[in-house]
Nanobody
Framework: QVQLVESGGGLVQPGGSLRLSCAVS????????AGWYRQAPGKQRELVAV???????SYADSVKGRFTISRDNAKKTVYLQMNSLKPEDTAVYYC?????WGQGTQVTVSS
């Protein structure tokens, strides 16, 4: 059984930073890629960033240069470092691993 537990969301001012974490239970973490998605009110869920099992990364154009996805296989955790946050980054952020989703964590960017 695989479970994903996210943390690190919150309220931040424009230009600020947050780091999201997603802890993955089970023994298969290092064998698969993982990703972060987000869903804003009234919008579809969209891909933010993905990282392969080998550490290759890819980002949505809207977050390139501001967000960084990384993973720690020893801790079975995937991270999303978010810098220079904008109000349009406000959304519920979800971790995705294989066929599993986290519960979501709210990120609100507002002054």
């Amino acid at each position: 059984q695989v479970q994903l537990v996210e943390s690190g969301g919150g309220l931040v001012q424009p230009g600020g930073s947050l780091r999201l974490s997603c802890a993955v239970s089970g023994s298969i973490f290092s064998m698969h890629g993982a990703g972060w998605y987000r869903q804003a009110p009234g919008k579809q869920r969209e891909l933010v960033a993905v990282i392969s099992s080998g550490g290759y990364t890819s980002y949505a154009d809207s977050v390139k240069g501001r967000f960084t996805i990384s993973r720690d296989n020893a801790k079975k955790t995937v991270y999303l470092q978010m810098n220079s946050l904008k109000p349009e980054d406000t959304a519920v952020y979800y971790c995705h691993f294989v066929a599993y989703w986290g519960q979501g964590t709210q990120v609100t960017v507002s002054s």
